[in-house]
């Protein structure tokens, strides 16, 4: 079954969106002009350029109004996804206590140079995120929240010395492909110390998604909006379904 759909704006698949971009140009009406045509030159049709504005010296950012005549069938579109598990804290303990055994050693951090703690602090913190309770909190995880600007063969060298079962690498710069270059890191050098098999590896950031996790050989990505819960049911029942393969 098909089923196409445009964006939408003032009617249903009328095709309207709205978009903004930087021009490496003073700001002026000509360079207001450039703007028009430039998305004119993307496929866009009844551009209007609604902003500009200098945002530095020889910078000028742009607010355009336009059209487009693409659609996408929804219908064909199958994005894979980690948040099947739908338990609560203490449905979570009590699987790790009746299936696994022991606590669970757990380590996250924001791994390069990034120094953006809130989405790892907000899965990790007693406190949590949206009234969800970050994995501190539960009783059968030993958390262990590293904070900003970790290297990678820092997160390594821990995971080997506490014997982490399971790692959480966030990462929300972008930059010039910052966040992948750092998670291939991280993925290769556990793979190179023979660790790689022993770990729940899970990316985050704003930016992630399971595909992205999958292709840098991560377990799991978890991206905007992700609750503490789900993350934790993730790594339990992983570690779960891995005991009973080896067991």
């Known amino acids: 079954m098909t089923r196409l759909v445009k964006p939408y704006g003032d009617t249903k698949n009328d095709g309207k969106v709205q978009l903004s971009f930087t021009l490496p140009v003073e700001w002026s009406e000509s360079a207001d002009e450039a703007a028009r045509q430039l998305a004119g030159k993307m496929g866009f049709s009844d551009v209007q350029v609604v902003d500009g504005r200098r945002i530095a010296a020889g910078f000028s950012f742009f607010v355009v109004y336009a059209t487009t005549p693409q659609g996408v069938d929804v219908e064909s579109i199958a994005a894979p996804a980690e948040r099947a598990h739908a338990m609560t804290m203490d449905e979570i303990d009590a699987l790790i206590g009746d299936r696994i055994g022991r606590k669970v050693r757990v380590a996250g951090a924001c ?4 120094a953006h ?3 790892i602090d907000a899965i990790l913190n007693m406190k949590g ?40 690498a966030s990462q929300v710069v972008t930059q010039k492909g910052s966040d992948v270059k750092n998670f291939t890191a991280l993925s290769e050098l556990l793979e190179a110390e023979g660790l790689r098999d022993q770990i729940v590896l899970i990316c985050g950031g704003p930016r992630v998604t399971s595909r992205l996790a999958s292709e840098l050989g991560y377990d799991a990505g978890f991206g905007r909006g992700t609750l503490p819960s789900e993350v934790a049911a993730f790594i339990a029942m992983t570690l779960a379904q891995r005991l009973r393969r080896h067991g």
């Open 117 to 119: 703690t809130v989405g």
């Open 111 to 114: 791994i390069g140079t990034d």
């Open 129 to 168: 995120y949206k009234g969800d309770y970050g994995l501190e909190r539960y009783h059968m995880f030993e958390t262990l929240n590293l904070g900003s600007q970790i290297a990678v063969e820092e997160l390594v060298r821990i995971a080997k010395e506490r014997r982490i079962d399971a790692l959480l």
